[in-house]
């Protein structure tokens, strides 16, 4: 189990990234969202959906949710 951000800042692609608490690309405070503790990063995405319709893991700490 671990705690999930949403970077509320979208990449140059569209996307908003989840990052696992810890991550050395996590966005600063004031530029994500909480979204939970989750068992996995795919947990986390669905969540993330709620906010944003584009949405993608971090491809260094939510590796097996990253998609492009």
């Known amino acids: 189990m671990a705690r999930y951000y949403l ?3 979208a ?3 569209g996307d908003h990234e989840v990052h696992k608490e ?4 996590m966005p600063l405070t004031y530029n994500r969202t909480y979204l ?3 068992g996995s990063c795919r947990q986390a995405v669905q969540q993330a959906r709620r906010h944003y319709s584009s949405v993608n ?12």
């Open 22 to 25: 810890g991550c050395a690309w």
């Open 7 to 9: 970077n509320d800042n």
């Open 57 to 68: 893991g971090c491809y260094y700490c939510s590796t097996d949710c990253h998609t492009s």
């Open 11 to 13: 990449q140059a692609n």
């Open 36 to 38: 939970g503790i989750f």
